[in-house]
């Protein structure tokens, strides 16, 4: 194989992954980062400890065939905010939210909305929330909160 043969091969190779990523986790950002979470009792728990470093942590919660996505992040105010990867009006295109400092980004229109935001304003382009609580060092999303999200994926 020749030199330039080799490299045309692996320019080709990436560039096939770099579509996966986009296709299958919204952005280059998310790949590899997105967890799949179960609800034990009706709630999904996640170990603050683990989710408090103010970097959105994106989830996909599994249930009957269907995935919903959804991202944590603790914002500078010192709140664990959650919300469904995606908006109201760019859900179609399911290419969901990157985060950019203390911006969580739209990868389909390229808003920019601050965390402190996230579960304080809805509509329009802004992150879906979703409801959560505190308690102990556990975030808790119930099941019954994430699955109306459904109708973004």
């Known amino acids: 194989m020749s030199r330039k043969t080799l490299i045309v091969s692996v320019a080709v190779g990436l560039f096939g992954l770099a579509a996966f990523a986009v296709l299958n986790f919204g952005s280059?950002?998310?790949?590899?980062?997105v967890k799949t979470v179960t609800a034990a009792d009706g709630e999904v728990k996640l170990d603050i400890s683990k989710i408090d470093d103010g970097n959105a942590h994106h989830y996909v919660f599994k249930k009957d065939g269907g995935e919903i996505k959804f991202f944590v992040v603790k914002s500078p105010d010192g709140a664990m905010r959650a919300a469904f990867d995606a908006c109201d009006v760019c859900y179609p295109e399911r290419k969901g939210y990157s985060?950019?400092?203390?911006?969580?980004?739209?990868?389909?229109?390229?808003?920019?909305?601050?965390?402190?935001?996230?579960?304080?304003?809805?509509g329009g382009c802004n992150p879906a929330p979703l409801k959560r609580q505190i308690a102990g060092n556990l975030l808790i999303i119930k099941e019954q909160d994430i699955l109306p999200g459904a109708r973004f994926f």
């Open 99 to 122: 985060q950019d400092g203390e911006y969580m980004v739209c990868n389909n229109c390229g808003q920019r909305f601050h965390s402190n935001r996230v579960n304080v304003v809805e």
């Open 28 to 33: 280059l950002g998310s790949f590899g980062a």
